[in-house]
């Protein structure tokens, strides 16, 4: 089946693909992750890219986000061919307008919670006094001023998460990429976790692109991308921006 064309978008794409490929080498098989991938997405928009395992949607995040290139064709950022970039380059084009949000939250054991949203800040060369305020302030935005000289092993997995969502904000990102947010949690902290990514991508206007199975955060996507066998099969909206968040 041939992967659908790219819808026509009433204002510049911060993400554009065009043709991209991308294969890896499993010892003496190729495995051909992404065919041909184009896809193109607005800023502001909340984006669910699903299909079943295997359909290549970590590998089409990663490129996204800017930790993978691909084999054939052309990613646009912002208007910027990344290709051009040389790797410090294109490395602080991913620190300040990219945030990760992981399955495994992927924090620093040794570190608080504060340290841990500071880290990226660090990595930015913003001074210590104003990565303090900037990290504790959205803390305090997803609940968790309270908690925030606790260690990751303190904190419950919802807790984590949420550590993991303000670290991924707290640079101000254009773009933030979340590979199966609601994983690791049960019910309750999916819910809040949902709600707090909804919220977020709402008021700070950021572009939500996540991969999951979870049907709950899959219809509050106002568009969804199927992949299958590396190819785009199905880009549908679903309005949900018009209609408000749904309950």
């Known amino acids: 089946m041939n992967a659908p064309e790219s819808k026509v978008l009433a204002k510049p794409a911060l993400l554009a693909l065009n043709e991209v490929q991308r294969s890896y080498r499993l010892g003496q098989t190729t495995v051909q992750a992404l065919r041909s991938v184009s896809l193109a ?4 928009e909340m984006v669910a890219v699903w299909g079943p ?3 290549g949607k970590s590998t089409l995040l990663n490129i996204l986000g800017l ?4 084999d054939q064709g052309k990613l646009l ?3 910027t061919d990344v290709s051009t970039l040389k790797d410090n380059d294109l490395a602080d084009l991913r620190n300040r307008k990219v945030g990760f949000v992981f399955q495994a939250f992927n924090l620093v054991p040794v570190f608080s919670a504060l340290e841990n949203v500071m880290l990226p800040l660090h990595v930015m060369g913003v001074n210590p006094g104003d990565a303090m305020g900037r990290a504790s302030a959205w803390l305090e935005r997803v609940g968790l001023e309270t908690f925030k000289h606790h260690r990751p092993d303190r904190l419950s997995g ?3 998460q949420r550590v993991a969502i303000a670290r991924a904000l707290v640079t101000s990102p254009r773009l933030v990429i979340a590979d199966e947010p609601t994983a690791n949690l049960d019910s309750e902290n999916s819910a809040m976790v949902l709600d707090l990514l909804w919220e977020m991508s709402q008021s700070e206007h950021v572009t939500c692109l ?15 991308v199927l992949l299958r066998d590396g190819a785009i099969v199905e880009d549908r909206s679903q309005g949900n921006r018009q209609q408000g968040r749904p309950q």
Do not use: K, N, V, Y
Request: overall charge negative; hydrophobic content about 30%.
């Open 41 to 44: 997405i607005t800023p502001g």
């Open 53 to 55: 395992s295997g359909s």
């Open 67 to 70: 930790i993978d290139a691909p």
């Open 77 to 79: 950022f912002d208007g």
């Open 158 to 160: 919802g807790q984590r």
């Open 210 to 224: 996540f991969a999951s199975h979870d049907p709950r955060l899959i219809e509050r996507a106002e568009r969804l």
